[in-house]
Each structure stands twice: as structure tokens, then as C-alpha cells.
């Protein structure tokens, strides 16, 4: 079983930080990129960044300046830094794997796709 779970969310006001975390869990081998999205109420989920298994990056451009993701591959998890926060950052943040190898018992090796977790609220007040 593969659970990524994520934590740090909160309230914070508008100009504050927080830092997000994503943590993978079970017999991983590897992890290939990494992303965090966003839900806010009524909205579409969105790509916020994402950092590829080799550490290159990409961002939105409405986080752009403001958030830095990283990763520590040794413990199989992401990060997201957040700050200068806005009101309309408020959502919910969820994580990413577009592909983990695990070890599976019959086969050696497993391969998933598109794992999630279950995400972390983001509040923002003004």
C-alpha cells in the first residue's frame, strides 16, 4: 500500500507562510515527478508546481516569485513553500506522483500511476 500524505495547512493571514509537506509511504523505489494542485470551492483543480525527479521545476505563474517547491528524495517527500500569501491562495492543496516503483512480493517491482493524497486546507484571511 502507497499513501502520500500531506501536512502544514492552516490559517494564516494574508502575508504570512506556510509550508507544505507531502510524505510518501510503503515500499517505494522511486518517485517520478512530483506536483501540487489546488482545489478552491467552486473552482477547477489547477497545477500549482512541480518538480521533477532530477529537480528541475515548474510553476504557475500566479505562484510564481512566491512558493518554491523541493523534494528530499532519500524520504520520498515533497515540499511546498509558501509566502507572501493571498487570500485567494485559499484551497485545497493536494500532492502528486505521476509515477512510484515500488517493491511488490510476486514481481520484484511495481509500477503506479497518478497517486494522490488526500490534500490539506489552505486558508488565507484577509
Known amino acids: 500500500q502507497v499513501q502520500l500524505v500531506e501536512s502544514g495547512g492552516g490559517l494564516v493571514q494574508a502575508g504570512g507562510s506556510l509550508r507544505l509537506s507531502c510524505a510518501a509511504s510503503?515500499?517505494?523505489?522511486?518517485?517520478?515527478?512530483m506536483t501540487w494542485y489546488r482545489q478552491a470551492p467552486g473552482k477547477q483543480r489547477e497545477m500549482v508546481a512541480n518538480?521533477?525527479?532530477?529537480?528541475?521545476?515548474n510553476y504557475a505563474d500566479f505562484v510564481k516569485g512566491r512558493f518554491t517547491i523541493s523534494r528530499d528524495n532519500a524520504k520520498k517527500a515533497a515540499y511546498l513553500q509558501m509566502n507572501s500569501l493571498k487570500p485567494e491562495d485559499t484551497a485545497v492543496y493536494y500532492c502528486?506522483?505521476?509515477?512510484?516503483?515500488?517493491?511488490?512480493?510476486?514481481?520484484?517491482?511495481?509500477?503506479?500511476?497518478?497517486?494522490w493524497g488526500q490534500g490539506t486546507q489552505v486558508t488565507v484571511s484577509s
Open positions: 510503503g515500499s517505494i523505489l522511486n518517485i517520478n515527478t
Open positions: 518538480i521533477l525527479s532530477g529537480g528541475n521545476t
Open positions: 502528486n506522483a505521476d509515477w512510484i516503483l515500488i517493491r511488490d512480493q510476486s514481481r520484484g517491482a511495481k509500477e503506479l500511476f497518478d497517486v
